[in-house]
């Protein structure tokens, strides 16, 4: 079992940055994803981004983040970043840390196995 602790959430302004950290405890896998998705109420759970722990560190975002959002990894920590700039009132949502054991890297949450309770994020106008 994989136990996500995700954490760094909070109440910002418009144009404020965040960086949410997801920990990962438990048994770990050689070539496995971590992926970022987030909810906002009355909403789907969206992808936002994902890193594979194996390789180069591989990712993928979601379109609409590319470019403000950059994932990241430390391996040593068993650790992922998710460094949130420019952030806008659209990107209020509960955000979760995921992780899957192919290293897929997946924008697909049905293929995610293991999931943290997920961080807040709220950005005012």
């Known amino acids: 079992q994989v136990q996500l602790v995700e954490s760094g959430g909070g109440l910002v302004q418009a144009g404020d940055s965040l960086r949410l950290s997801c920990a990962a405890s438990g048994r770990t896998f050689s070539s496995s994803g971590m992926g970022w998705f987030r909810q906002a109420p009355g909403k789907e759970r969206e992808f936002v981004a994902a890193?594979?722990?194996?390789?180069?560190?591989?990712?993928r975002y979601r379109d609409s983040t590319q470019g403000r959002f950059t994932v990241s990894r430390d391996n040593a920590k068993n650790t992922v970043y998710l460094q949130m700039n420019s952030l806008k009132p659209e990107d209020t949502a509960v955000y979760y840390c995921?992780?899957?054991?192919?290293?897929?890297?997946?924008?697909?949450?049905?293929?995610?196995?293991?999931w943290g309770q997920g961080t807040q994020v709220t950005v005012s106008s």
């Open positions: 995921a992780a899957e054991r192919h290293g897929r890297i997946s924008s697909d949450q049905m293929e995610y196995d293991y």
């Open positions: 890193i594979s722990w194996s390789g180069g560190g591989t990712t």
